[in-house]
């Protein structure tokens, strides 16, 4: 799946717009390597990412097509 309906699939970022904005600024590295929108993401990847002024780390743990809230959450841990 590409990293930036990932993002938006998964809630990290809610709009997949805004998140192809996030990743196109440099703010996205997949595996310590920086990151393109179109980038393929595998379960077990780390995203780390500078957001709203906060930096964050997230393991791939599922990936869906669509996912409601709930199944959302079950798609990534928060690591620091």
């Known amino acids: 799946m590409r990293l930036d ?17 996030v990743i196109d600024n440099g703010f996205v590295f997949i595996n310590e390597k920086k990151a393109k929108a179109s980038s393929e993401i595998k379960i077990g990847d780390t995203i780390s990412l500078l957001y709203r002024d906060e930096k964050k780390k997230y393991i791939v743990k599922n990936i869906f097509e669509f996912a409601t809230e709930e ?10």
């Not at 699939?9 to 998140?19: E, G, L, M, Y």
């Not at 199944?71 to 620091?80: F, P, R």
């Open 5 to 21: 309906k990932y993002l938006k699939v998964s809630r990290i970022i809610k709009r997949r717009s805004v998140a192809k904005e």
């Open 71 to 80: 199944k959302a959450k079950s798609m990534y841990e928060e690591i620091n």
